[in-house]
């Protein structure tokens, strides 16, 4: 297989699913929803990051070991499903209390100080690395991408390239249809609501890694 027939195809999969909705789509949208542009970006940039790191570490082979040990891979799922299950309900459990999950009162002005890009980016990141269906995903799939005659780590860091860049455009797209809400949002009861659902699907999808499906 020649490398840029490789990178195409890799792109054709990758693309879609870049854009069947999921964690990442969810956890986008409410942030720059909510007018925080800089922890939204932070967010996209941590989730590519955990991307790029998953597609270097299956081309060392050492995501082999998720597929390979069920230990390690069900202390990766246990630890990635508490960590969703608790920010979802963080965000549920402060709609409550009249704040946002990241403790702002609902009256507080959209483009806040806890508009931090460090905080978005560890949410991001944290959240693609305690997934193990992503490294799982690149073990079974990358594989395939790599040419025999090519070096393996940086064939494969390229094609987590490709994924990464897919995903930036996308993204980019997201950040600016939810930045066109703002204006609805700016009233308490809106912000709620929109905690409400992103808390609920993010909580929903920890429950699902937790059980396995």
């Given at each position: 297989?020649?490398?840029?027939?490789?990178?195409?195809?890799?792109?054709?999969?990758?693309?879609?699913?870049?854009?069947?909705?999921?964690?990442?789509?969810?956890?986008?949208?409410?942030?720059?929803?909510?007018?925080?542009?800089?922890?939204?970006?932070?967010?996209?940039?941590?989730?590519?990051?955990?991307?790029?790191?998953?597609?270097?570490?299956?081309?060392?082979?050492?995501?082999?070991?998720?597929?390979?040990?069920?230990?390690?891979?069900?202390?990766?799922r246990w630890a990635g499903a508490a960590y969703l299950v608790w920010m979802g309900v963080r965000m549920l459990v402060g709609t409550f209390r009249?704040?946002?999950?990241?403790?702002?009162?609902?009256?507080?002005?959209?483009?806040?100080?806890?508009?931090?890009?460090?905080?978005?980016?560890?949410?991001?990141?944290?959240?693609?690395?305690?997934?193990?269906?992503?490294?799982?995903?690149?073990?079974?799939?990358?594989?395939?991408?790599?040419?025999?005659?090519?070096?393996?780590?940086?064939?494969?860091?390229?094609?987590?390239?490709?994924?990464?860049?897919?995903?930036?455009?996308?993204?980019?797209?997201?950040?600016?249809?939810?930045?066109?809400?703002?204006?609805?949002?700016?009233?308490?009861?809106?912000?709620?609501?929109?905690?409400?659902?992103?808390?609920?699907?993010?909580?929903?999808?920890?429950?699902?890694?937790?059980?396995?499906?």
């Amino acid at each position: 297989m020649a490398v840029t027939t490789s990178l195409w195809q890799f792109a054709l999969v990758v693309g879609v699913l870049t854009l069947t909705p999921g964690l990442d789509t969810a956890l986008i949208l409410r942030t720059a929803a909510l007018g925080r542009r800089r922890s939204a970006w932070g967010v996209v940039l941590g989730i590519q990051t955990g991307t790029l790191m998953w597609g270097a570490l299956t081309s060392l082979g050492v995501t082999a070991l998720l597929t390979a040990s069920h230990i390690a891979y069900e202390v990766l799922r246990w630890a990635g499903a508490a960590y969703l299950v608790w920010m979802g309900v963080r965000m549920l459990v402060g709609t409550f209390r009249g704040r946002t999950a990241d403790g702002e009162p609902d009256g507080h002005p959209l483009a806040s100080g806890a508009d931090a890009m460090v905080r978005g980016f560890r949410q991001g990141l944290t959240t693609n690395l305690l997934n193990p269906k992503v490294g799982v995903f690149y073990v079974a799939v990358l594989p395939q991408f790599i040419p025999a005659q090519t070096n393996h780590l940086a064939m494969g860091v390229l094609l987590a390239s490709v994924h990464v860049a897919l995903g930036l455009v996308w993204s980019a797209a997201l950040v600016a249809f939810a930045r066109g809400l703002r204006g609805w949002l700016r009233t308490g009861r809106a912000r709620r609501l929109l905690d409400r659902v992103a808390g609920t699907v993010i909580a929903a999808f920890g429950i699902r890694l937790a059980l396995g499906d």
